[in-house]
């Protein structure tokens, strides 16, 4: 079957590090995504993942191991606007369909 | 940002009506998605294309249908609208070129089923 788990809610603070982190089973893999959705927004991609390590793109990291289907979402120096909701996606198998199965989101709070 | 425009916006509508929203994109991207987004599910795929007239399931896709007459255009149809399909619904594009072939997501469309 097809399964992926992140933590509903966090909690953190600004200026702090927050890890969010997304466990996998799925029936093929092709790549991790990261998604940011701010409330009554669209998605929106952060970050993509294909081999083992960290990718990190400015205030924000993405690792991945594929061994232990896992990956984590870190968010350095936290800011306000970091308030929303991340979600976890995976590409199901190669070929040009290019579908993803989401995760259910882990909906962020940063407190000042 | 990816062109992609969604309309209506916001519809309510009655049990049992027909239902037609429309995701309209202007980066010429040969793929396309619909997906409803509900507490508790997250994000899934109703449908999705893979170019003009090619179009295939996702994992919730009855109760829906879906044309794309051309590139520009993909039109997701409830038949008989449920209230089960009360939802927030995304189009979304991708391009086969590039690293990741990331999804960008239209704004979206509030559908309630009275």
């Known amino acids: 079957g097809q399964n992926i788990d992140q933590p509903t809610e966090m909690t953190a603070t600004e200026g702090a590090i927050v890890q969010i982190n997304c466990t996998y089973q799925?029936?093929?893999?092709?790549?991790l995504f990261w998604y940011q959705q701010h409330a009554g927004e669209a998605p929106t991609f952060l970050s993509y993942?294909?081999?083992?390590g960290l990718e990190e793109k400015g205030r924000f990291s993405s690792f991945l191991s594929r061994s232990k289907g896992y990956s984590y979402l870190l968010l350095k120096e936290l800011q306000m606007k970091d308030s929303a909701s991340y979600l976890c996606?995976?590409?199901?198998?190669?070929?040009?369909?290019?579908?993803?199965?989401f995760g259910t989101g882990t909906l962020l709070a940063v407190q000042p | 940002d990816a062109g992609i425009t969604q309309s209506p916006r916001h519809k309510v509508t009655e049990t049992g009506t027909p239902v037609t929203l429309r995701c309209h994109q202007t980066?010429?991207?040969?793929?396309m998605y619909w997906y409803r987004q509900d507490p508790g599910h997250g994000l899934r795929l109703i449908h999705y294309?893979?170019?003009?007239?090619?179009?295939d399931k996702g994992e919730v896709s009855d109760g829906y249908s879906v044309s794309r007459s051309k590139t520009e255009d993909f039109l997701l149809t409830l038949e008989s609208a449920t209230s089960s399909q009360t939802s927030v619904y995304f189009c979304?594009?991708?391009?086969?070129?590039?690293?990741?072939?990331?999804?960008?997501f239209g704004p979206g469309t509030r559908l309630t089923v009275t």
């Open positions: 979304a594009i991708s391009e086969s070129t590039g690293r990741s072939f990331e999804q960008y």
């Open positions: 799925t029936s093929g893999f092709n790549g």
């Open positions: 993942n294909v081999l083992d």
């Open positions: 996606a995976v590409r199901d198998g190669g070929g040009a369909t290019n579908k993803l199965i």
């Open positions: 980066e010429n991207h040969r793929y």
């Open positions: 294309s893979y170019g003009v007239k090619d179009t």
